[in-house]
């Protein structure tokens, strides 16, 4: 079918791109930063680094390796990890809900996680915990807010997409009264809270990406393995289950899943906008609807995204860092209404 | 409400919003340090300042900075209660907070000082020295400069943890009161080789502090006030380093009973309480008017009798070496007939 | 077909090695919000049967057939297949058996028609989808079928509704299953797609498909299936081949509509009596009816037979009925009668005459007492005379009914002894102008309006 090898040929093309810029994205990203180090001393710092000894220890400053590999490197991997995680919830959560509209917040999860992080902000001698402190509590109330929504949509057995839709408007109003309570009581944390609020990679640390990678791998497998599921449900979950579908169980399943995900990747950079609604809308209009090629481009497009967004957050306006939410938010926005003038449609 | 102290540097207050406070920080952050820029020129004739401060050290104290009992290898602990080893003078000393900066230069060791906040205003010498970030330290800068000291503040541990990883001695300091003050400069001290010179400061101060307190005890008088931490009636309560100087200052804070350090007054506690003096912080009123024409202050005596003046918070809210002149100005604004 | 396009010679599937299950029903019934939609029905599909499922609107039909597909949980009653209970297998198990087309699908996202086509092959494939050849030859098989091969590589967003229609279709015809439930499938279809539609059904039952069709049609369904059921009110009216069905006697009942039944292809092919009012009322003139009536029951009849032409006599009414005053002012001839009093022997007589001119005699539904029982004695006469009687039946007899059940027993006299009945006021006057067209022809050569 010639058309059909068509839309797999411009998929293919697609990755090809995608992962070329990734690749040029992740060298940029190598040798950027406040740290002021030339493209050069990077690389020579790097080879330091894989064979001690190949490169003259003078060519790049002392602490370049350490920094490259225990600050540069551990970011560079947290934006992508939180870049797929982002994009492909945000991918499934629009098949699942049949919404170009739907993101990876929509049940609760934002809200959730936010109140969670706002606890542990505030309270901070609340725990010896460290500095897991904040990602655990920021997961834990995104799993708590998820929950309730899913609880409160389900009425004798049956939960409707809409019902969880507005139990999941409900939900987010209701925490983020809490959040607004909690920011109006404390005046110092203030700051420190909105700064998570909108997002930042700033503490990305190698122990943090071990503790994220395997949530979010996992996360993107099982939705891979649903993608043909996902397809039929766009017909609507009667038709899906006339075809052989499951239709009450994928959805669950595929809402779980997503919510995880999405908030293993906000428990540690706080609520990056724009990512999980914006990337599979771009990618969809660029190869279409079927997920089988939706999610792998979308997992690619949010990776890269994130990166250059979290590379030029850290560079506009070095020292002082932009939360990375802002710079999803401007530099997004405009892309898609183009990309929207140009093909109409979804 | 919150009990851990200070940072040193005021704050603008934000009401909780949506994300587009994003923008307004950073213009918040610019606009801030364009206020702060401006702070040092003299006032209108209703603020009460004082004068200019001197090169290094406060008003009335003068050590000699000197490296006499420098022992290293050294182990000093920091506010967290964390053992910190110093293992040899440091040469390249990063600050990521004005108060520390400040303590850094008044023990002489200004020159070692390689990086400093972009809130960073005294001495005037700063300015010269490369910037790591604003409240959040920037750790690739930090990195960039290769220190061999860095001292934080409370906070920034996160920030500095992957420079503690690397073997750099990390000190996270954490004033909240006078005694703090001097417990920085003594640590501080020991952990950049100028012991001696530390404690020599540490006593100026205490002169220093005495004396204003003493001469402002004298007058008999104990008149109440009302210390504003910015205009939505956050104040200073018991336990906070703003309460210890206003006390030692020979007034009462009406914040004083209140259950916190910081918490907010409501326009009814603040009528009732009718402090005799309204203290207004320059970095956030630009005039007297702007609290003295709200009509819901309007039964305060202190309106009504014009005892509300603009103060230079600087040195009153930043927990460093300058405390004296805090202390100082504050003084003059609460008995303005005995100084 | 009328496309005029070559057909695709591609290569057919073997036709089932076994014969489809067999699809049942017992005592169905689904209620839902206190509205009975299925109630007790009985539904045996064979296997290979070729059954069409007919009713008015609201009759069952789509609930009937989602039950049988599976979607819909039965109040009472269950659904097995094979023997087994439907709820015993799994989704995927079942989708591979039983192949739905539902009424209309949404898909508001931006795949090919061939992709879409190519969902219907999900209970086949491996898990990740991949479509093996099988897969791609059921994918063309099917839209060469419902001659969409053109729109194959259009965006599904962009088809008109008649277009989506076959899509779906082909969709479920990929599916390959023994068994094809279809609701609806011709609403949207030009004529020659609907009959391409149904050639392909009846293509894929000689290869020993089951399938079961839900039309609006009755000719179509007349024509292509083996069986019918004729569902009403939830409840099954009917069930039978189309020769035993299709008659005017059930139509009427089930559709209340006259029908005539001819045939053609070999089956019945009913088209509904329309009398054409002009022309009939062209024989309006020779055809003198009278309105037995009573308690405003036969001013609409009244209206329209007056309407078309016809000028009827009316009796025994009191003067104070709504119909003494409509046939007063519309000048019509009355026998009259004061109110709560026995008739006098002089109106009894009146009446007898004016009935005996009667050609046709026409009994409004009025409420019977003692008072007004005679005019059923005086149609029967009528009728024995000859003329003929339209009895209005509803409401129903027994409501109308203050003799003790007299009147009840004189009317079912009357149906029995060959009046017609008539359910409504239009099909009455119906009957009516088919007696005076029947008449109209008897006496002129030919037909009079032309």
């Known amino acids: 079918m010639n058309p059909r090898r068509a839309r797999r040929r411009r998929y293919r093309l697609l990755m090809a791109v995608l992962a070329a810029a990734l690749l040029g994205a992740l060298l940029l990203a190598a040798v950027v930063g406040a740290a002021g180090l030339t493209p050069a001393q990077v690389g020579r710092a790097t080879l330091g680094l894989l064979s001690p000894g190949s490169v003259d220890p003078d060519s790049y400053p002392s602490w370049a390796p350490r920094l490259l590999r225990d600050l540069r490197l551990p970011r560079i991997v947290m934006a992508l990890v939180a870049g797929i995680a982002l994009a492909t919830a945000g991918a499934t959560f629009q098949g699942v809900f049949r919404n170009p509209l739907a993101e990876p917040y929509l049940l609760g999860v934002s809200a959730g996680a936010a109140v969670g992080a706002t606890v542990a902000i505030i309270w901070r001698p609340f725990g010896a915990l460290g500095i897991f402190g904040l990602p655990a509590l920021a997961f834990l109330g995104a799993v708590l807010a998820a929950t309730l929504v899913y609880r409160l949509a389900t009425f004798a057995g049956e939960t409707s997409s809409s019902s969880l839709l507005l139990s999941g408007v409900a939900v987010g109003s209701t925490f983020t009264a809490v959040l607004s309570l909690l920011m109006v009581a404390t005046q110092y944390d203030l700051r420190t809270v909105i700064i998570w609020l909108m997002g930042g990679l700033t503490t990305a640390s190698w122990t943090k990406v071990a503790v994220a990678s395997p949530l979010v791998a996992a996360g993107f497998i099982i939705m891979l393995a649903y993608a043909p599921r996902l397809n039929l449900m766009l017909m609507g979950e009667s038709r899906a289950e006339e075809l052989g579908v499951d239709a009450h169980s994928t959805r669950r399943t595929l809402m779980i899943v997503a919510s995880l995900t999405t908030a293993s990747a906000v428990a540690f950079t706080g609520l990056i906008g724009f990512v999980g609604l914006m990337v599979p809308h771009m990618v969809r209009l660029l190869i279409g609807p079927d997920h089988r090629y939706l999610l792998p481009a979308s997992a690619l497009f949010g990776a890269l995204f994130l990166l250059l967004a979290d590379t030029l957050a850290r560079t506009i306006l070095s020292p002082a860092e932009i939360p990375v939410g802002i710079i999803t938010a401007f530099v997004g926005g405009p892309f898609f209404l183009y990309l929207l003038r140009k093909r109409r449609g979804v | ?339 | 077909m009328p496309t005029g396009r070559p057909t695709r010679l591609a290569a057919r599937p073997p036709a089932p090695q076994t014969a489809p299950p067999t699809l049942e029903a017992r005592a169905l019934s689904v209620i839902r919000a206190e509205r009975t939609l299925l109630d007790a029905v009985d539904v045996t599909v064979e296997p290979g049967a070729f059954l069409g499922i007919l009713g008015p609107n609201g009759s069952g039909k789509t609930t009937l057939l989602r039950c049988l597909a599976g979607a819909l949980e039965p109040s009472t009653g269950d659904v097995s297949i094979a023997g087994r209970p439907l709820s015993a297998h799994d989704r995927a198990a079942i989708a591979r058996t039983i192949g739905v087309v539902p009424q209309t699908f949404t898909l508001d996202f931006k795949f090919t028609v061939e992709e879409v086509v190519a969902l219907g092959r999900f209970p086949h494939r491996g898990s990740w989808g991949r479509m093996d050849a099988e897969g791609d030859e059921a994918v063309e098989r099917a839209l060469a079928d419902l001659s969409i091969e053109d729109l194959a590589h259009r965006p599904v967003t962009e088809l008109s509704g008649g277009e989506r229609q076959r899509v779906l279709i082909a969709q479920t015809l990929a599916q390959e299953t023994p068994i094809l439930l279809l609701d609806e499938p011709l609403n949207n279809l030009d004529l020659n797609h609907q009959l391409e539609v149904m050639q392909v059904l009846s293509r894929l039952n000689a290869e020993g498909r089951t399938v079961v069709v839900v039309v609006h049609d009755i000719n179509m369904a007349a024509q292509y299936c083996d069986d019918l059921l004729l569902l009403s009110s939830g409840r099954v009216a009917a069930q039978g081949s189309p020769d035993a069905l299709l008659t005017p006697e059930v139509l009427l009942d089930v559709f209340s509509t006259r029908v005539t039944v001819h045939r053609q292809g070999g089956r019945p092919y009913v088209t509904p009596v329309t009398v054409s009012r002009r022309r009939a009322a062209a024989g309006a003139a020779g055809l003198q009816v009278h309105l037995i009536t009573g308690g405003g029951a036969g001013v609409d009849i009244l209206q329209e037979l007056v309407h078309l032409g016809f000028s009827p006599s009316l009796g025994v009414v009191s003067v104070f009925d709504s119909d003494y005053e409509a046939a007063r002012s519309l000048g019509l001839t009355v026998v009259s009668a004061p109110p709560f009093q026995p008739l006098s022997p002089e109106t009894v007589r009146e009446h007898e005459e004016l009935v005996s001119e009667a050609d046709c005699v026409v009994l409004a539904p009025q409420v019977y007492g003692d008072g007004n029982l005679a005019d059923l004695e005086v149609a029967e006469r009528a009728l024995a005379a000859g003329a003929d009687v339209i009895v209005l039946t509803e409401p129903p007899i027994e409501t109308r009914d203050l003799t003790g059940g007299r009147a009840a027993v004189l009317q079912q006299a009357l149906l029995d002894g060959g009046a017609v009945p008539a359910p409504d006021a239009s099909s009455a006057v119906t009957t009516v102008c088919g007696l005076a067209l029947h008449r109209a022809e008897a006496t002129t050569d030919g037909d009079p309006c032309g």
């Open chain 2, 1 to 339: 409400m919150r009990t851990s102290p200070t940072p040193t540097h005021p704050i603008p207050r934000m009401k909780p919003r949506t994300l587009l406070l994003g923008l307004t920080t950073i213009l918040g952050v610019v606009a801030l340090l364009g206020v702060v820029a401006l702070a040092g020129c003299g006032g209108d004739a209703t603020t009460t300042t004082t004068e200019p401060p001197s090169p290094t050290v406060g008003e009335g104290v003068s050590i000699t900075p000197t490296e006499e009992g420098a022992v290293f290898p050294v182990t000093v602990t920091d506010d967290n209660g964390t053992p910190v080893e110093v293992t040899a003078r440091p040469e390249r000393i990063v600050s990521t907070s004005p108060a520390n900066t400040e303590i850094l230069f008044a023990l002489g060791a200004g020159d070692r000082v390689v990086g400093v906040t972009s809130l960073d205003d005294y001495p005037p010498e700063v300015a010269d020295i490369d910037t790591i970030g604003d409240f959040q330290p920037n750790t690739e800068a930090i990195i960039a400069l290769d220190p061999n000291l860095v001292v934080g503040y409370s906070g920034n541990e996160e920030a500095l943890q992957p420079l503690a990883d690397a073997g750099v001695p990390v000190l996270i300091m954490n004033a909240a009161s006078v005694d703090g003050i001097y417990a920085d400069i003594r640590t501080i001290g020991g952990a950049v080789g100028t012991p001696k010179a530390a404690e020599e400061l540490i006593v100026s101060l205490q002169m220093e502090l005495e004396g204003i307190s003493n001469t402002a005890r004298e007058t008999g008088e104990t008149p109440t006030v009302f210390f504003a931490l910015d205009d939505t009636l956050w104040t200073v309560g018991p336990g906070s380093f703003v309460d210890e100087l206003i006390t030692l200052a020979g007034a009462a804070g009406i914040g004083a009973s209140g259950s916190s350090a910081y918490f907010q007054l409501t326009p009814e506690e603040l009528v009732a309480s009718d402090p005799d003096t309204v203290l207004l912080p320059q970095t956030v009123f630009s005039t007297v008017e702007a609290f003295a024409a709200d009509p819901r202050f309007a039964p305060l005596r202190a309106v009504t009798e014009g005892r509300v003046y603009l103060i230079d918070d600087t040195t009153v809210t930043r927990p460093g070496p300058r405390v004296g002149e805090g202390l100082l100005i504050l003084a003059k604004a609460l008995h303005p007939d005995a100084f």
